[in-house]
């Protein structure tokens, strides 16, 4: 049951649970909502108690009372959850709680939903709301404050102002979260769906008191209010729920995941360019090896060598012929006579090389 917040009060709207949809399911679905805003208004109802055997208020003509007693003093259509707490509601038209939401007393039973009064009802109502709690509450700060009565004989008990507002609610979900959620007011029949269930015995009256139950926890009389309403709306959508059918959404995909990164622009440009210049320029550079004279490189790789090194030394023809194989730079291999060469002492302790044909 999706919550959303607002300035004064969460929508509450019926919804699948989280758990059974996949998030690769993107999906748009109309459903129902409620929103209640609370506010406490003890002082404004004359709410106090003045001995153990009477906590008297009266709000209206219409919702007056005392909250030890059983009996709800209302013209309009009235609830009652009296398990661990008393808790005495009444709907009305109007915010000052004279002007009935339907003519029925909180004697009849209401538990029959079937039978509407009709669509001319209002989209949005008024609850008079009053609570007597058999033991106290949680923050210390809450006898000082002055919409909390305390009674003689222990507790607390304050009386709440509500605006019901039902609304017709399309959302959209992505990844398993809300991304979209639209709202429009409800014809009055879904009003009426709700303003009816809320009263009947069993499980609305055990939900409102757990409701209840979580609302005291707050640390001040408007803390208490808004959560109370809060509740009450989750009250109210999940009785509903069994009532309505599946609806078909109104549109739906299947996302399929995958990494992507963002690069910019420039850089990434940049790098190709680069990279295509690096190219032209290896090919550039193997098409002038290819062009190159293999066999002067040949001949120059050959004069370097040892043998290369003595022919041009020693023979007398320079011992390099360009583009020769290195064996016919030797005139013994191409001539009849032939180069020795030798150590001769020239006088005493020098010695030199000394070449001598044959």
């Known amino acids: 049951m999706p919550a959303l917040g607002g300035s004064d009060a969460s929508l509450i709207f019926l919804g699948p649970a989280s758990s059974s949809i996949s998030n690769e399911l993107e999906y748009?679905?109309?459903?129902?909502?409620?929103?209640?805003?609370?506010?406490?208004?003890?002082q404004l109802c004359h709410l106090s108690a003045p001995i153990g055997a009477a906590t008297p208020y009266n709000c209206s003509s219409g919702f007056y009372g005392d909250l030890q007693s059983m009996t709800l003093n209302s013209t309009a259509t009235s609830w009652k959850a009296n398990d661990e707490h008393l808790v005495f509601g009444a709907d009305f038209l109007?915010?000052?709680?004279?002007?009935?939401?339907?003519?029925y007393s909180s004697q009849e039973d209401r538990s029959d939903i079937s039978v509407s009064p009709g669509h001319n009802l209002p989209s949005s109502w008024y609850m008079a709301v009053a609570f007597r709690l058999d033991f106290g509450v949680k923050s210390s700060n809450i006898p000082n404050d002055p919409e909390i009565t305390i009674p003689v004989h222990g507790g607390a008990a304050f009386i709440l102002r509500c605006q019901v507002a039902t609304y017709d609610v399309k959302y959209t979900s992505f990844n398993g979260s809300l991304s979209h959620v639209s709202t429009t007011l409800a014809n009055g029949s879904v009003a009426w769906l709700f303003n009816s269930v809320i009263p009947a015995p069993g499980t609305p009256s055990i939900m409102i008191t757990q409701g209840t139950d979580i609302a005291i926890m707050g640390n001040s009389s408007a803390e208490i209010a808004s959560e109370w309403g809060t509740?009450?709306?989750?009250?109210?959508?999940s009785i509903l729920a069994p009532v309505y059918e599946g609806r078909p959404n109104l549109a739906e995909s299947t996302i399929r995941s995958a990494i992507l990164t963002r690069v910019p622009r420039a850089p990434l440009l940049g790098i190709v360019v680069l990279n295509i210049v690096f190219a032209i320029f290896g090919i550039l550079l193997?098409?002038?090896?290819?062009?190159?004279n293999s066999k002067s490189v040949a001949a120059v790789a050959g004069g370097l060598s040892i043998d290369?090194?003595?022919?041009?030394?020693?023979?007398?023809?320079?011992?390099?012929?360009?583009?020769?194989?290195?064996e016919k730079c030797f005139s013994e291999n191409t001539q009849d006579s032939a180069v020795r060469v030798g150590l001769h002492e020239e006088r005493t302790g020098q010695w030199d090389l000394v070449k001598k044909t044959q």
């Open 94 to 103: 109007d915010d000052n709680f004279t002007q009935p939401y339907n003519n």
């Open 308 to 326: 290369g090194l003595v022919a041009s030394i020693f023979e007398d023809e320079g011992g390099m012929v360009e583009g020769a194989e290195i």
């Open 28 to 42: 748009t679905a109309s459903t129902i909502g409620v929103q209640t805003s609370c506010k406490p208004i003890s």
């Open 231 to 237: 509740q009450f709306s989750r009250v109210a959508v």
């Open 286 to 292: 193997g098409c002038m090896a290819l062009a190159s």
